[in-house]
């Protein structure tokens, strides 16, 4: 599991797991858990890390799932109900063991509810009413670094091409040679994607 993905256990899952175990304190956590009837909003991060949880079924009436509420746990199926319409960017991040979704609602309804990516991992099968889809992972988006460069040359002579190298976490990923007055660098990966932490870009110019 990536080094993002450490255990952090926030005050909702410890409420939460609080409800679990108040009923049965001998019973093991990696048992089913069936979140509370009234439950309409899993919090961003809910369950962020959670290693002590293998199936998640979560009640008719939910609504919305937080953004990375399940991210780095060690779930391994989840059910959906058709209630919920929306689901937070990486809302199962580096969910490593997580192989099956059951839904409530068809596969254009889920289709269009995760359109935009970025949910869950690559190739977990989900299980609608009307057939199987599978998920496509995770959404890579990219940035662009640009600058002008400034001459100095006040006897208007013709410039001597300058290397411009474009620095990813300090690491040299790219270079130009530049006879002009600006560069551009694009197609650049916002985020590490092991890790979700996004890259800093920085240039040299020599």
Request: negative net charge.
């Amino acid at each position: 599991m990536s080094t993002r993905c450490n255990r952090i256990l926030s005050l909702a899952t410890a409420l939460v797991m609080g409800l679990v175990l108040c009923g049965d304190t001998t019973a093991a956590l990696a048992a089913t858990l069936t979140l509370p009837d009234s439950l309409q909003t899993i919090e961003a991060r809910a369950f962020y890390g959670v290693t002590s949880v293998d199936e998640v079924i979560i009640p008719e009436g939910t609504v919305t799932i937080g953004a990375e509420a399940f991210a780095c746990s060690s779930v391994t199926k989840v059910t959906v109900p058709a209630t919920v319409t929306a689901i937070g960017s990486e809302a199962f991040y580096g969910c490593e063991s997580l192989e099956t979704v059951v839904y409530g609602g068809t596969v254009e309804a889920w289709n269009e509810m995760v359109s935009a990516g970025n949910t869950f991992p690559d190739g977990v099968t989900v299980q609608c009413v009307d057939g199987e889809t599978e998920t496509e992972g995770m959404v890579q988006t990219t940035t662009a670094v640009s600058g002008t460069i400034t001459w100095v040359d006040p006897e208007g002579t013709c410039h001597q091409p300058v290397t411009v190298t474009l620095l990813r976490d300090g690491e040299a990923v790219d270079e130009l040679q530049v006879t002009g007055d600006t560069y551009a660098f694009g197609s650049l990966a916002e985020t590490d994607p092991d890790t979700g932490v996004a890259y800093v870009y920085t240039v040299s110019i020599r």
